[in-house]
């Protein structure tokens, strides 16, 4: 029997102007550097007609203009790509702090995380800001990190009735990803508390605080230094 490795890379037309290129299944950080790899090709060889490039967790979407460049001839230039990948470097990941003051009203979520684990909030805490996260790439809301391998035991499902609005920079969990919510929107993980870091900017050159590959590692804050900070 082959091995379902075997089957990978897939390259499947998502729509009559979108081409889904996937590397494997599930949150890997090996099919995360294939995307990375190919993002990079994407950037420095651009294939005419293209819109836009949409990373995700083992794929990249890419959208294009049918007319300027039709389907069966974009797909082939994709493809070509894709077998460039094992030569790409792509740049060390920048590591990046990000202070929480986690609980209270800023962590309304935190005791049920405790609770469907069995274990108390303190250590929800130690286990949460002692793991080192890779952002695998931004989505849903700008600068909005997807960051997995979050360890098993703080897992929990995600709300049954997403709230109509979670307050900008909430740090959060949705199953064994965490991620922290740039601005104010609804959203459906569990808030576990709060950063006084600005992750969405639009003012600036850089407008998001995160970027794709970059490592994360929460420290936990109280709610004086939390105050203080958001003062800076």
């Known amino acids: 029997m082959l091995s379902k490795e075997l089957w990978y890379p897939r390259f499947q037309l998502a729509s009559d102007r979108s081409l889904l290129v996937t590397f494997g299944a599930g949150i890997s950080r090996?099919?995360?550097?294939?995307?990375?790899?190919?993002?990079?090709?994407?950037?420095?060889?651009?294939?005419?007609?293209?819109?836009?490039?949409?990373?995700?967790?083992?794929?990249?979407?890419?959208?294009?203009?049918?007319?300027?460049?039709?389907?069966?001839?974009?797909?082939?230039?994709?493809?070509?790509?894709?077998?460039?990948?094992?030569?790409?470097?792509?740049?060390?990941?920048?590591?990046?702090?990000?202070?929480?003051?986690?609980?209270?009203?800023?962590?309304?979520?935190?005791?049920?995380?405790?609770?469907?684990?069995?274990?108390?909030?303190?250590?929800?805490?130690r286990r949460h800001s002692s793991t080192e996260y890779l952002v695998y790439f931004l989505g849903f809301s700008p600068g909005f990190p997807y960051m997995g391998d979050m360890p098993k035991e703080l897992a929990i499902p995600r709300l049954g009735t997403p709230r109509r609005v979670v307050p900008a920079c909430s740090v959060a969990i949705g199953g064994r990803q965490t991620g922290i919510y740039p601005v104010a929107s609804p959203g459906g993980w569990r808030i576990i508390g709060r950063t006084p870091l600005r992750l969405f900017r639009p003012e600036e050159a850089e407008p998001t605080l995160l970027c794709m590959g970059d490592l994360v590692r929460f420290k936990a804050i109280n709610i004086d230094e939390f105050q203080n900070l958001k003062r800076l």
Do not use: M, W
């Open 30 to 125: 090996r099919h995360h550097l294939d995307v990375r790899r190919l993002v990079a090709l994407l950037e420095s060889q651009p294939i005419p007609g293209i819109h836009a490039i949409h990373p995700a967790y083992s794929s990249v979407l890419v959208s294009f203009n049918p007319r300027e460049n039709p389907p069966p001839e974009f797909e082939a230039g994709i493809r070509d790509l894709v077998q460039q990948i094992d030569s790409v470097r792509v740049p060390e990941p920048r590591r990046i702090e990000i202070p929480v003051c986690y609980g209270g009203k800023l962590g309304p979520d935190l005791d049920d995380v405790a609770l469907h684990n069995h274990v108390t909030t303190d250590e929800v805490v």
